[in-house]
């Protein structure tokens, strides 16, 4: 078992080997693995899981730097799942990380056998991406966990948990609801959200990251990535908000411990 190592020390002391066997048999699949998903992986990463998929299509900007937890200024330009499976791999040789790039969609939504993972992690910036993982994850057999929005918060205090169609003050909560209104298409069961009602405004002028490093399609420098012309959170998309590490990872790190503690309680 991976999780053997010394490092586990002090989550056996706490939760057993029973739990530890339990969090290493575990397959969790993330999707997006931004200021949100990359703190969900490396918490579950640490704290014993054995079955990783991670999900992204988009590589380290260094305007991900303030925020993402495989982001630094060596891995600029790197897909960002490989470069985050490496982080992973640091953290524990032994963790099996299956890194796709690639972005989920309506389109590409066949390629992912959800039946197949206990855990499916949802933290995609786009609304109709968004909206198409929560109904088909919905409808599967695994455990489904959803990251509402995250950008323009400060105060982590205001962080809360809640069931999907109990989420207040989230515009993004409120935008998949109309859509799922609208097109009379709903998920198929509650399901758990992370979110916030804290909104401010942004108080700085939007620009891109104006380096030779740009890898976004719309880029000056002339190497940017035409793959990421479609990619609704590249820095060169209409709007962009500004968001915080505390707050995205504390994000992340609580969907994984909804995990945990998920996993705590069924292995009892």
């Given at each position: 078992?991976?999780?053997?190592?010394?490092?586990?020390?002090?989550?056996?002391l706490l939760l057993g080997d029973e739990m530890m066997t339990s969090l290493d048999k575990a397959r969790v699949i993330i999707f997006g693995v931004g200021g949100v998903g990359s703190w969900c992986a490396e918490g579950?990463?640490?704290?014993?899981?054995?079955?990783?998929?991670?999900?992204?299509?988009?590589?380290?900007?260094?305007?991900?730097?303030?925020?993402?937890?495989?982001?630094?200024?060596?891995?600029?330009?790197?897909?960002?799942?490989?470069?985050?499976?490496?982080?992973?791999?640091?953290?524990?040789?032994?963790?099996?990380?299956?890194?796709?790039?690639?972005?989920?969609?309506?389109?590409?939504?066949?390629?992912?056998?959800?039946?197949?993972?206990d855990y499916v992690v949802d933290a995609i910036d786009s609304l109709k991406d968004k909206a198409s993982l929560i109904l088909h994850a919905t409808r599967s057999k695994s455990k489904f966990f959803s990251s509402m929005?995250?950008?323009?918060?400060?105060?982590?205090?205001?962080?809360?948990?809640?069931?999907?169609?109990?989420?207040?003050?989230?515009?993004?909560?409120?935008?998949?609801?109309?859509?799922?209104?609208?097109?009379?298409?709903?998920?198929?069961?509650?399901?758990?959200?992370?979110?916030?009602?804290?909104?401010?405004?942004?108080?700085?002028?939007?620009?891109?990251?104006?380096?030779?490093?740009?890898?976004?399609?719309?880029?000056?420098?002339?190497?940017?990535?035409?793959?990421?012309?479609?990619?609704?959170?590249?820095?060169?998309?209409?709007?962009?908000?500004?968001?915080?590490?505390?707050?995205?990872?504390?994000?992340?790190?609580?969907?994984?411990?909804?995990?945990?503690?998920?996993?705590?309680?069924?292995?009892?």
């Amino acid at each position: 078992m991976g999780n053997k190592k010394p490092f586990f020390n002090r989550t056996r002391l706490l939760l057993g080997d029973e739990m530890m066997t339990s969090l290493d048999k575990a397959r969790v699949i993330i999707f997006g693995v931004g200021g949100v998903g990359s703190w969900c992986a490396e918490g579950l990463v640490r704290s014993g899981i054995g079955h990783l998929t991670i999900v992204d299509s988009d590589r380290v900007c260094i305007t991900n730097i303030n925020r993402q937890m495989m982001a630094t200024s060596k891995t600029i330009g790197m897909v960002k799942v490989e470069a985050l499976k490496e982080r992973l791999h640091e953290i524990n040789p032994d963790v099996e990380v299956n890194a796709i790039q690639a972005i989920y969609s309506e389109e590409t939504a066949d390629q992912f056998d959800l039946d197949s993972f206990d855990y499916v992690v949802d933290a995609i910036d786009s609304l109709k991406d968004k909206a198409s993982l929560i109904l088909h994850a919905t409808r599967s057999k695994s455990k489904f966990f959803s990251s509402m929005g995250a950008a323009l918060k400060i105060d982590p205090r205001k962080i809360e948990v809640a069931e999907f169609w109990k989420v207040r003050g989230c515009p993004l909560a409120r935008a998949l609801r109309q859509r799922f209104k609208k097109q009379k298409r709903y998920p198929a069961k509650k399901f758990l959200c992370v979110y916030s009602d804290e909104l401010i405004d942004n108080k700085g002028k939007e620009s891109s990251c104006g380096t030779d490093r740009c890898v976004c399609p719309k880029s000056e420098n002339g190497v940017g990535d035409p793959s990421l012309v479609n990619h609704e959170w590249c820095s060169s998309k209409a709007r962009i908000n500004g968001s915080l590490m505390h707050v995205t990872s504390i994000f992340g790190l609580t969907i994984a411990g909804l995990i945990l503690e998920d996993i705590h309680k069924n292995y009892r």
